[in-house]
Protein backbone atom coordinates (compact mmCIF):
# COMPACT_ATOMS: atom_id res chain seq x y z
CA UNK A 1 0.00 0.00 0.00
CA UNK A 2 1.31 3.24 -0.91
CA UNK A 3 2.35 5.74 2.17
CA UNK A 4 0.52 8.90 2.00
CA UNK A 5 2.36 12.13 2.40
CA UNK A 6 0.57 14.87 3.71
CA UNK A 7 0.42 18.47 2.37
CA UNK A 8 3.18 19.69 4.35
CA UNK A 9 2.42 23.27 3.00
CA UNK A 10 -1.22 23.29 3.79
CA UNK A 11 -0.31 21.78 7.62
CA UNK A 12 1.90 24.37 8.34
CA UNK A 13 1.43 27.51 5.91
CA UNK A 14 0.89 29.19 9.88
CA UNK A 15 3.56 29.66 12.28
CA UNK A 16 4.79 26.88 13.48
CA UNK A 17 3.85 27.86 16.76
CA UNK A 18 0.45 27.71 16.40
CA UNK A 19 -1.15 25.77 19.43
CA UNK A 20 -2.47 23.32 16.56
CA UNK A 21 0.62 21.94 16.50
CA UNK A 22 1.72 22.30 19.68
CA UNK A 23 -1.44 20.09 20.56
CA UNK A 24 0.24 17.22 18.37
CA UNK A 25 3.66 17.62 19.37
CA UNK A 26 1.96 16.74 23.04
CA UNK A 27 -0.01 13.91 21.96
CA UNK A 28 3.18 12.53 20.83
CA UNK A 29 4.96 12.66 23.60
CA UNK A 30 2.65 11.55 25.82
CA UNK A 31 0.31 9.58 23.97
CA UNK A 32 -2.65 10.88 25.33
CA UNK A 33 -5.10 13.46 23.72
CA UNK A 34 -6.67 14.28 27.48
CA UNK A 35 -3.46 14.91 28.79
CA UNK A 36 -2.57 17.14 25.36
CA UNK A 37 -5.12 19.41 25.96
CA UNK A 38 -4.24 19.45 29.96
CA UNK A 39 -0.88 20.63 29.29
CA UNK A 40 -1.50 22.98 25.73
CA UNK A 41 -4.70 24.76 28.20
CA UNK A 42 -7.41 23.93 26.14
CA UNK A 43 -10.60 21.84 26.22
CA UNK A 44 -10.04 18.08 25.22
CA UNK A 45 -12.74 18.89 22.48
CA UNK A 46 -10.38 21.84 21.25
CA UNK A 47 -8.02 19.23 21.12
CA UNK A 48 -9.73 17.63 19.07
CA UNK A 49 -10.77 20.25 16.48
CA UNK A 50 -7.31 21.10 16.79
CA UNK A 51 -6.25 17.39 15.08
CA UNK A 52 -9.11 17.52 13.07
CA UNK A 53 -8.12 20.92 11.31
CA UNK A 54 -4.55 19.58 10.86
CA UNK A 55 -6.13 16.53 8.81
CA UNK A 56 -8.09 18.28 6.72
CA UNK A 57 -5.00 20.47 6.03
CA UNK A 58 -2.86 17.75 5.53
CA UNK A 59 -5.08 15.64 3.37
CA UNK A 60 -4.49 12.56 6.18
CA UNK A 61 -5.20 11.98 9.98
CA UNK A 62 -2.43 12.99 12.61
CA UNK A 63 -3.36 10.37 15.02
CA UNK A 64 -4.43 6.97 15.06
CA UNK A 65 -5.74 4.75 17.64
CA UNK A 66 -7.48 7.00 19.82
CA UNK A 67 -9.58 4.73 22.17
CA UNK A 68 -12.41 5.81 25.31
CA UNK A 69 -14.99 7.97 26.04
CA UNK A 70 -15.54 11.63 26.62
CA UNK A 71 -12.58 11.69 28.65
CA UNK A 72 -10.32 10.54 26.37
CA UNK A 73 -8.14 7.74 25.70
CA UNK A 74 -4.64 6.58 24.26
CA UNK A 75 -3.79 7.77 20.83
CA UNK A 76 -0.85 7.37 18.94
CA UNK A 77 1.07 9.61 16.02
CA UNK A 78 0.67 8.52 12.03
CA UNK A 79 3.45 8.11 10.35
CA UNK A 80 2.00 11.63 8.61
CA UNK A 81 1.68 13.19 12.02
CA UNK A 82 5.07 12.47 12.67
CA UNK A 83 6.48 13.87 9.76
CA UNK A 84 4.54 17.38 9.98
CA UNK A 85 6.30 17.70 13.52
CA UNK A 86 9.77 16.78 11.65
CA UNK A 87 8.76 19.66 9.48
CA UNK A 88 7.61 21.82 12.07
CA UNK A 89 11.29 21.74 13.60
CA UNK A 90 12.84 22.83 10.86
CA UNK A 91 10.61 25.34 10.18
CA UNK A 92 11.60 27.00 14.34
CA UNK A 93 15.06 26.33 13.32
CA UNK A 94 14.76 28.21 9.89
CA UNK A 95 13.03 30.97 11.69
CA UNK A 96 15.34 31.06 14.72
CA UNK A 97 18.13 31.85 12.17
CA UNK A 98 16.23 34.53 9.99
CA UNK A 99 15.55 36.26 12.89
CA UNK A 100 19.21 35.92 14.59
CA UNK A 101 20.54 37.66 11.14
CA UNK A 102 17.78 40.32 11.01
CA UNK A 103 18.65 41.21 14.56
CA UNK A 104 21.98 41.31 14.12
CA UNK A 105 21.62 43.67 11.46
CA UNK A 106 23.39 42.17 8.88
CA UNK A 107 21.58 42.85 5.53
CA UNK A 108 19.18 40.63 4.63
CA UNK A 109 20.76 40.54 0.59
CA UNK A 110 23.98 39.83 1.85
CA UNK A 111 22.38 36.20 3.04
CA UNK A 112 20.48 35.93 0.37
CA UNK A 113 23.24 36.06 -2.67
CA UNK A 114 22.81 33.88 -5.20
CA UNK A 115 19.32 33.11 -4.14
CA UNK A 116 17.37 35.64 -6.21
CA UNK A 117 18.54 39.50 -5.94
CA UNK A 118 15.04 40.70 -6.04
CA UNK A 119 14.37 38.54 -2.76
CA UNK A 120 17.52 39.82 -1.30
CA UNK A 121 16.47 43.63 -2.42
CA UNK A 122 13.20 43.57 -0.75
CA UNK A 123 14.39 41.11 2.92
CA UNK A 124 14.06 44.38 4.78
CA UNK A 125 10.18 44.31 3.88
CA UNK A 126 9.48 40.55 4.83
CA UNK A 127 8.17 41.21 8.04
CA UNK A 128 4.76 42.09 7.67
CA UNK A 129 4.31 40.17 4.51
CA UNK A 130 5.12 36.70 6.83
CA UNK A 131 2.89 38.54 9.65
CA UNK A 132 0.11 38.16 6.91
CA UNK A 133 0.89 34.79 5.89
CA UNK A 134 0.75 33.71 9.64
CA UNK A 135 -2.60 35.02 10.11
CA UNK A 136 -4.98 32.23 11.99
CA UNK A 137 -8.86 32.40 11.83
CA UNK A 138 -11.82 31.54 14.24
CA UNK A 139 -13.53 28.98 11.41
CA UNK A 140 -12.83 25.92 12.36
CA UNK A 141 -13.89 23.79 9.09
CA UNK A 142 -11.19 24.89 6.40
CA UNK A 143 -10.90 22.61 3.69
CA UNK A 144 -7.90 22.61 0.94
CA UNK A 145 -10.04 22.80 -2.31
CA UNK A 146 -9.54 22.91 -6.17
CA UNK A 147 -11.35 25.41 -7.95
CA UNK A 148 -13.20 23.10 -10.83
CA UNK A 149 -16.14 25.58 -12.05
CA UNK A 150 -16.68 29.13 -12.10
CA UNK A 151 -19.92 30.87 -12.91
CA UNK A 152 -20.90 34.71 -13.28
CA UNK A 153 -24.77 35.58 -11.62
CA UNK A 154 -25.10 39.09 -11.72
CA UNK A 155 -22.42 40.66 -9.41
CA UNK A 156 -21.61 37.34 -7.50
CA UNK A 157 -20.06 34.46 -9.05
CA UNK A 158 -20.73 30.69 -7.96
CA UNK A 159 -17.42 28.90 -7.63
CA UNK A 160 -17.35 24.91 -7.55
CA UNK A 161 -15.09 23.35 -5.17
CA UNK A 162 -13.93 20.08 -5.08
CA UNK A 163 -12.88 18.89 -1.97
CA UNK A 164 -9.30 15.97 -1.48
CA UNK A 165 -11.94 13.31 -1.29
CA UNK A 166 -13.92 14.66 -4.47
CA UNK A 167 -17.21 15.77 -2.38
CA UNK A 168 -18.52 18.98 -3.85
CA UNK A 169 -18.75 22.81 -2.41
CA UNK A 170 -20.26 25.76 -3.44
CA UNK A 171 -19.48 29.11 -2.59
CA UNK A 172 -20.62 32.63 -3.93
CA UNK A 173 -18.29 35.46 -4.20
CA UNK A 174 -18.44 38.93 -5.71
CA UNK A 175 -16.83 39.43 -9.01
CA UNK A 176 -14.16 41.65 -7.32
CA UNK A 177 -12.94 39.02 -4.98
CA UNK A 178 -13.08 36.42 -7.69
CA UNK A 179 -10.76 38.92 -9.46
CA UNK A 180 -8.32 39.81 -6.38
CA UNK A 181 -8.41 35.61 -5.48
CA UNK A 182 -7.61 35.26 -9.36
CA UNK A 183 -9.42 32.35 -9.33
CA UNK A 184 -9.71 29.93 -12.50
CA UNK A 185 -10.22 26.29 -12.85
CA UNK A 186 -7.23 24.30 -11.03
CA UNK A 187 -6.21 26.84 -8.98
CA UNK A 188 -5.60 25.45 -5.49
CA UNK A 189 -7.94 27.67 -2.61
CA UNK A 190 -8.73 26.90 1.33
CA UNK A 191 -12.42 26.96 2.13
CA UNK A 192 -13.69 27.69 5.26
CA UNK A 193 -16.86 28.24 6.85
CA UNK A 194 -18.32 28.48 10.77
CA UNK A 195 -19.02 25.42 12.57
CA UNK A 196 -22.16 27.94 14.07
CA UNK A 197 -23.07 27.86 9.74
CA UNK A 198 -23.41 24.39 9.40
CA UNK A 199 -26.75 22.73 10.16
CA UNK A 200 -26.72 18.60 11.12
CA UNK A 201 -29.72 16.46 10.74
CA UNK A 202 -30.36 13.03 9.77
CA UNK A 203 -32.10 14.51 6.87
CA UNK A 204 -32.23 18.22 5.32
CA UNK A 205 -34.04 19.20 2.17
CA UNK A 206 -32.39 20.70 -0.81
CA UNK A 207 -32.83 24.25 -0.78
CA UNK A 208 -31.40 26.93 -3.47
CA UNK A 209 -28.04 27.77 -3.15
CA UNK A 210 -27.71 25.14 -0.54
CA UNK A 211 -24.67 23.18 -0.02
CA UNK A 212 -25.62 19.09 0.89
CA UNK A 213 -23.11 16.99 2.05
CA UNK A 214 -23.08 13.36 3.78
CA UNK A 215 -21.03 12.04 6.21
CA UNK A 216 -20.72 9.82 9.52
CA UNK A 217 -21.34 10.68 13.14
CA UNK A 218 -17.74 10.76 14.53
CA UNK A 219 -18.77 12.92 17.44
CA UNK A 220 -22.13 14.42 19.54
CA UNK A 221 -23.21 16.12 22.01
CA UNK A 222 -26.55 17.61 23.39
CA UNK A 223 -27.44 20.41 25.43
CA UNK A 224 -30.73 22.53 25.83
CA UNK A 225 -30.06 24.64 22.66
CA UNK A 226 -29.20 21.78 20.71
CA UNK A 227 -25.61 20.07 20.53
CA UNK A 228 -22.12 19.88 18.60
CA UNK A 229 -21.50 17.50 15.91
CA UNK A 230 -18.60 16.20 13.54
CA UNK A 231 -19.10 14.58 10.75
CA UNK A 232 -16.46 12.62 8.72
CA UNK A 233 -16.87 13.00 5.37
CA UNK A 234 -14.76 10.24 2.85
CA UNK A 235 -11.83 9.22 4.38
CA UNK A 236 -9.91 12.26 6.10
CA UNK A 237 -12.27 15.29 5.84
CA UNK A 238 -13.84 16.51 9.43
CA UNK A 239 -17.03 18.63 9.27
CA UNK A 240 -17.89 20.43 12.41
CA UNK A 241 -21.91 21.79 13.16
CA UNK A 242 -24.85 22.15 15.01
CA UNK A 243 -27.83 20.13 15.66
CA UNK A 244 -31.26 21.16 16.64
CA UNK A 245 -32.15 20.67 20.55
CA UNK A 246 -33.32 16.90 21.11
CA UNK A 247 -31.42 15.35 17.86
CA UNK A 248 -31.23 11.82 18.03
CA UNK A 249 -27.79 11.61 16.51
CA UNK A 250 -24.92 9.19 17.36
CA UNK A 251 -21.29 8.12 16.57
CA UNK A 252 -20.92 5.83 13.52
CA UNK A 253 -24.91 7.04 12.08
CA UNK A 254 -24.83 8.41 8.66
CA UNK A 255 -26.17 12.36 8.70
CA UNK A 256 -25.98 15.52 6.02
CA UNK A 257 -24.93 18.70 6.46
CA UNK A 258 -26.36 22.13 5.19
CA UNK A 259 -24.53 24.78 4.35
CA UNK A 260 -25.09 28.19 2.39
CA UNK A 261 -23.20 29.20 -0.46
CA UNK A 262 -22.51 32.12 0.69
CA UNK A 263 -21.16 30.89 4.06
CA UNK A 264 -18.25 29.21 2.38
CA UNK A 265 -15.49 32.10 2.59
CA UNK A 266 -11.92 31.75 0.39
CA UNK A 267 -8.61 32.12 0.45
CA UNK A 268 -6.37 31.54 -1.66
CA UNK A 269 -2.22 32.44 -1.63
CA UNK A 270 0.06 34.59 -3.89
Not at 43 to 56: D, F, R, V
Not at 92 to 99: E, N
Amino acid sequence: MPTFKPDLAGVLGHESTDKRIDILRRIGEGGSISEAARRAGVSYKAAWQAIETLGNLAGTPMVAKAVGGSGGGGAVLTASGHRVLEAAAMLDKARADVLAMLASGQDAQDSLDGHGGQHGRAGKRIGPGLAAMALRTSMRNQFPCEVASLRATGGLVRVGLTLPGGERLFSRVTRESAQLLQLARGRQVLALCKATAVRVAAGIEPAAARNLVVGTVTRASRSALGGEVSLRLGDDISLVGFAEAGHALKPGQPAMAGIEESAVVLAASG
